[in-house]
């Protein structure tokens, strides 16, 4: 496993579109196989690392740059990194991917997609309500800029595909390229079947914050 390249598994997507939830699972999945791994998610983020910081355009660009930074610092010392942060702006994303990949590592960006009426009805935080009544401003996807990845390793539409599958073709994407070994023949292993179940009973759910 040393000798595999190090890499970071970056999710970008509106809120409520399905970041934190494929991180743990796919958290539990690497692990399961043998890989060391850290989950840098948006919101704990902002409570820690990126405290005091708001979500102008400059403060979002810096939060991405930190998360960015720490993806580096890790990947490149083969532990796993997985970003779940919106990241709502390309050049932050494609200056992280320029800095991972200058270090040798790997950076593979999912983009977990999901339409806004979709979002608002499922209102994972209740914040879709409050954003599209205006009561909350810079809400991302709805008064602030969302800019789409334009060439993501990984497209997911998560008002398509139940979990189980989301997962899955993350994690064939990652096979394909040898930074994670092959899993199990259903293709989950124990952990991601526990942690499927664990979802199915509401208990993945998120911290409320904005991310
Ligand atoms: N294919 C999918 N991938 C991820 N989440 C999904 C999918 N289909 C439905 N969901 C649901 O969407 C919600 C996503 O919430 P969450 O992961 O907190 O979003 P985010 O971290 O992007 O804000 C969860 O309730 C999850 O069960
Ligand atoms: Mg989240």
């Not at 999945?29 to 400059?58: H, P, Y």
């Not at 990241?87 to 932050?92: N, T, V």
Request: charged content about 30%; hydrophobic content about 40%; overall charge negative.
């Amino acid at each position: 496993m040393q000798n595999r390249k190090g890499f970071t598994l970056w999710f970008t997507g509106l809120s409520g579109a399905g970041k934190t939830t494929l991180a743990g699972v796919l958290e539990r999945e690497m692990r399961a196989r043998g890989l060391a791994v850290e989950v840098l998610d948006g919101d704990e983020i902002r409570t820690n690392l990126s405290k005091g910081l708001g979500f102008s355009k400059e403060d979002r660009d810096t939060n991405i740059r930190r998360i960015g930074y720490v993806c580096r610092l890790l990947s490149r010392n083969h532990v796993a990194a997985i970003s779940a942060a919106i990241s709502p702006y390309r050049e932050a994303r494609d200056e992280v991917r320029r800095l991972i990949e200058a270090d040798g590592a790997v950076f593979v960006e999912v983009y977990v997609k999901c339409p806004i009426e979709v979002l608002a009805e499922r209102d994972v935080k209740g914040l879709y309500k409050k954003a599209l009544a205006g009561e909350l401003t810079g809400f991302t996807g709805v008064s602030d800029p969302y800019e789409e990845p334009l060439a993501a390793e990984v497209v997911i539409e998560s008002n398509r595909e139940p979990v189980e599958d989301s997962v899955s073709k993350i994690l064939r994407e990652l096979e394909r390229r040898r930074l994670v070994r092959a899993g199990e023949a259903d293709g989950h292993s124990t952990a991601v079947r526990r942690a499927l179940d664990a979802e199915d009973l509401g208990l993945l759910t998120d911290i409320p914050a904005l991310a």
